[in-house]
């Protein structure tokens, strides 16, 4: 063995003991960070919260009759007059007025679309407030937009309906032509968030018996090569299915009065699950990575089952609620269910994190970033509430 001028071990031994002794401390740091991380989330995952403070609070802007709405984080208040985005300060993002009877509204992302019901005035707006007003010289039905800005149109043109799509811009970009001879009455459609699927839902009486065709057209550049840009569909006998939507990109459910389906592609939606009901459905509530369904509690330990399941269909959680609720908000670490007087926040792992009052009658509640804050909006002003 080498030894040094002073009769020691050799230099490249102790050269190797010291990277032996940084590369163990460097894993027992790396572990000791790692456990830690664990510990702060399992106590985080697990703490429960019974009080809350106001942290910031603000006018309350709309009119009485106003609808209030989670705009990408931001909040998206409507009527028949206008409709207008703030930010979580209150400070106005864009407006835009309108005269409506019965406007329809639907946002994703920072796009916004709103149309009169049978009238033919659409508008498409983005996160700035730029604006493309449609004129669809045909009543409008129903709409849809993706995260992108192309929003779906169905249209009424006396036998016969008309989905089209329309860019940001308000360009016509394609358009499907239906009717009940051919394809079926259109009762459910939804543009994927990257604008090149769009899923309808078609109703057809044939001898008798109301049948349903779910058709999937893509738009991109695998939709060319296939006939009017169908790239895949199903059919069901003796089922309706009246709600189709998109979580994210790739998945997509369908709601029947039986069953769920959930169909999955980038290109061409394919049918990957089916998830039977226990009983009537109440109600679904998704976000993009999953759903909940909503069943009355039978066994009259509470009024609803409330039962989560992750993008894969696989059920991650089932809970009782003991109270008429008026809306879910759902994300992949909770579900916030809430009414006029109560809200409960419910993780997925089951704990009831938070399970009181707000102070205050409860119009709507927008989820903020923070896992403790929540905007709440109540009729005398919009609070920022942080839950303690």
Known sequence: MLKDWFGKTGYKDRIFKHKLQVMYRTVLIIALVVVAIVILKVQADNRVYTKYEIVREMKRF????????????????????????????????????????????????????????????????????????????LPILSLDVSAQGVAAVLLQDNDVTWLRLYSEKGELISEVKTSMRNNGYPVAFAISPDNIKLGVSYVKAEAGKINTSLAFYNFGGVGQNATDNLVSGYEYDGQIFPLITYLNETDAV??????????KGKQKPTLEKEIAFEQELQGIYKCETGFALVYR?????????????????????????????????????????????????????????????????????????????????????????KLR
Do not use: C
Not at 74 to 88: F, Q
Not at 254 to 263: I, P, S
Not at 329 to 349: F, M, Q
């Open 254 to 263: 369908a709601v029947g009065d039986e069953r769920l389906l959930l169909l």
């Open 62 to 137: 709309g009119t009485e009759n106003s609808t209030f709405r989670n705009y990408d984080g931001n909040i998206l208040v409507h009527s028949k007059d206008g409709i207008a985005a703030y930010d979580e300060n209150g400070g106005q993002m864009w407006n835009q007025s309108y005269e409506m009877q019965a406007p329809l509204v639907k946002n994703n992302g920072s796009y916004v679309a709103v149309g009169d019901y049978k009238g033919t005035t659409l508008y498409i707006i983005g996160k700035k407030g730029t604006t493309a007003e449609v004129e669809t010289n």
């Open 297 to 385: 509690d039978l066994d009259g330990e509470g009024q609803y089952n409330i039962h989560i399941y992750n993008a894969e269909g696989e059920e991650e959680l089932k809970h009782k609620v003991d109270f008429e609720f008026s809306d879910i908000i759902l994300d992949d670490k909770k579900a916030i269910i809430y009414n006029e007087a109560k809200v409960l926040v419910l993780g997925l792992n089951g704990v009831e994190k938070y399970n009181s009052d707000l102070g205050g009658n409860i119009q709507a509640l927008i989820p903020t970033d923070s896992s403790t804050e929540i905007l709440a909006v109540f009729p005398d002003g919009i609070r920022l509430m």
